[in-house]
Structure formats: C-alpha cells, structure tokens
C-alpha cells in the first residue's frame, strides 16, 4: 500500500513539474516571438467588392440547367454607405413534345426551352 501511495505522489509531483517547465518554455517562446508584422488595418473610403457565381445541373427524369453571378460593391464615404448590386441568372429545362399524326405515328421532339433569363441591378 505505502508502494501504491509512493508511486501516486512520486507520478503527481512529476507531472507537476514537467508542465511547470513547458509552461515556462512556451512563455518564453512567446516573450521572444518578433512583433506582428501585420498590414494596415483597411480604410473605410476603400470599394469592398464580392463575386459569388452558381451552376446546377440535373440529369435524368428532368434535364435541367441554372446558372447565377452577382457582383456587390460597397464604400463608406462621409457617413454614408453606398453600395451597388449587379445580378444575373439564366436557367433552361429540357422539353420534350410528343405528337401523333392522323395515321396514329408518334413523333417526339426534344428542345431545349428557356425557364429563366434575367439580369438585375441594384
């Protein structure tokens, strides 16, 4: 039992010690490390601009394609935010037209038709 009881003080002492001494290695570390060489913080009167772009595509039952683009600028000039919106999307579904002539012969075409075209700006 005293062997246990030694171990456990003799293991709990040591680990003490050993994050004592990392602990002081990593605050040394950080004492040394060189100043931030970090870039100017960003002026406000700068254009802030942001591009997203978009595609879907289905195949099987439906045939399908959408495509979006936007584009968004934004400054801050004398307290007033100013801020501009470009937007787009074009989209168009596979469409087939089946016909029967007056003999009873069945014709299918396959077409592509357009679902969506537009382009906004705001």
Known sequence: MKI?????????????????????????????APACDCPDPKDPEDWGTALSLGLTLTDGNSNTLLGTAAITASREVDGESWDFRLAGAYGENEVTNTATDAEGNVTSTTEDAQTIGEVVGL
């Open 4 to 32: 246990k009881l030694f171990l456990c003080v003799f293991l709990l002492i040591g680990s003490n010690l050993a994050m004592a001494q990392s602990g002081d290695a990593a605050a040394a570390a950080i004492a040394d």
